[in-house]
């Protein structure tokens, strides 16, 4: 899970990994909680989408 938080912080903010290890453990507790509510919210966004263009093939 921690790689797929670092990775996200790497590409959309140019955070590298040793930069979140090096935060105070709040900080880095509420940024990967954000960053998992967020790719869960596109995981399902896309899983929608796709639901979507799906149906309309039909």
């Known amino acids: 899970?921690?790689?797929n938080v670092a990775?996200?912080?790497l590409h959309k903010f140019h955070k590298?990994?040793?930069e979140l290890l090096n935060l105070d453990e709040?900080?880095?507790a509420f940024i990967m909680a954000s960053i998992t509510?967020?790719?869960?919210?596109?995981?399902?966004?896309?899983?929608?989408a796709k639901?979507?263009?799906a149906k309309r093939r039909r």
Do not use: G, Q, S, T
């Open 26 to 28: 709040n900080e880095r």
């Open 51 to 53: 639901a979507k263009a």
């Open 16 to 18: 590298f990994p040793h």
């Open 1 to 3: 899970m921690y790689a």
């Open 37 to 48: 509510v967020k790719l869960k919210k596109d995981k399902e966004e896309a899983k929608k």
């Open 7 to 9: 990775h996200y912080a």
